[in-house]
């Protein structure tokens, strides 16, 4: 299988094409804590917001909870829930980013295959396992994906090469939405179909892909160039108003978002999040979060993600373990390890008995544009022939 958090998270891959999320720019609110307007009120909340996210400059996420879906197929109504999981690590200022993620999919519960019994757990053949794994550095970016049964990563059903790429090269169209890749400093902020990968219902509209993902700063730069319609204030906590999407955040708790709703593109349906931030080394990061869309396609139906997030090493330095893809946990044996750097397509190794195992007999590798050398019996049968091929011409001059 092809790359199709993921529950976290990021980068324009993070950062631009990743290298987004690990900027470490600093963007003040305003100085004025009186705002004269609602707009200038907005912007100084928003801005707020950025400069409070952008504090967060690295961590290692350990992200736990579940997908649940209700939906009516066939005229029945179906409610199934898996268990997912993922490792967000990053590290800004030397622009490291690690994001595995697993994540049971349900196959043939929205074609009509549905399980046979209703609030039942389906059996098996309706779970297919995926895995993704990856690595981002200055030197490469490097990934892994499989699928399997619930529960296992099996090499007879599907998996990959490790693939070991260019630092800047993107990854292929569908991967945001089967693994929810997003800048994880943008929960809060975020609609259900921005955290599964689809495209911005209003605004600036995002197509598929891992390295177009908005990170934090792109989000709330975007909705500086909305209409802010109104500014509500109930004890600690604002709303900020616009055109079918309101955030609510907490000024005192460093402008932390802790729920957004918005109008969804059917008819009644409304897509929701709620964040729950604690102060972790003199930074807010999010520890638990709701996010679901409600209502589509029909007025009862809903899916919904429920995460828990255990973090450390905040505003730390993260271990280099974490940033190594040879520490990839649960690659299928025999898996190929190939590096496509520079133009080459080489294998480099094989993962056997669940570890990297580096091909000591290496195949030729010569890089586009390397001098090709020439062996003494290479150039003496070249000789030869260019004897031949002047005998030829001189017998056939000599004939005439």
Request: proline fraction near 6%; hydrophobic fraction near 35%.
């Amino acid at each position: 299988m092809f790359l199709t958090l993921t529950t976290v998270f990021v980068f324009n891959a993070i950062m631009g094409s990743q290298a987004a999320l690990l900027a470490t720019t600093r963007l003040e609110a305003p100085a004025s804590n009186q705002p004269e307007n609602v707009t200038s009120e907005g912007e100084y909340l928003l801005r707020g917001m950025q400069n409070a996210r952008l504090q967060l400059r690295s961590g290692v996420c350990r992200m736990t909870g579940s997908r649940s879906s209700f939906r009516t197929t066939e005229g029945a109504p179906r409610t199934l829930s898996v268990s997912t999981s993922a490792l967000y690590a990053f590290d800004s200022p030397t622009g490291r980013l690690r994001y595995d993620h697993l994540h049971p999919e349900h196959i043939g519960f929205m074609s009509g295959k549905s399980p046979p019994a209703i609030d039942a757990p389906p059996p098996p053949k309706f779970l297919l396992t995926q895995k993704l794994n990856s690595v981002r550095t200055p030197d490469l970016f490097a990934w892994y994906e499989g699928t399997g049964p619930h529960g296992r990563i099996d090499q007879e059903v599907s998996t990959t090469a490790v693939t070991i790429e260019e630092p800047t090269a993107e990854w292929s169209g569908g991967v945001a939405e089967a693994h929810n890749l997003v800048d994880i400093r943008s929960l809060g902020i975020l609609s259900y179909l921005e955290y599964t990968g689809r495209p911005r219902l209003m605004g600036r509209q995002k197509q598929t892909g891992f390295s177009e993902l908005a990170t934090c700063t792109e989000v709330i730069e975007d909705f500086l160039n909305w209409e802010v319609t109104e500014i509500e204030r109930a004890s600690e906590l604002t709303t900020i108003h616009f055109n079918r999407l309101s955030i609510t955040l907490n000024e005192v708790a460093g402008f932390t978002p802790v729920s957004y709703s918005m109008a969804g593109g059917g008819d009644g349906d409304t897509l929701n999040s709620q964040v729950v931030w604690e102060e972790v080394n003199g930074v807010y990061v999010p520890t638990k979060f709701t996010i679901e869309h409600v209502g589509w396609p029909r007025p009862s139906d809903f899916v919904r993600h429920e995460m828990t997030l255990a973090w450390s090493h905040v505003n730390e330095n993260v271990p280099d373990q974490y940033f190594d893809f040879r520490n990839f946990p649960d690659v299928a044996d025999g898996t190929r390890v190939v590096d496509s750097r520079g133009g080459r397509h080489v294998r480099i190794a094989m993962w056997e008995n669940g570890k990297f195992t580096e091909i000591i007999q290496k195949p030729p590798n010569r890089p586009i544009g390397t001098p090709v050398t020439w062996s003494p019996f290479a150039y003496l049968n070249l000789m030869g022939l260019a004897m031949l091929v002047a005998y030829w011409i001189w017998r056939r001059f000599a004939q005439q």
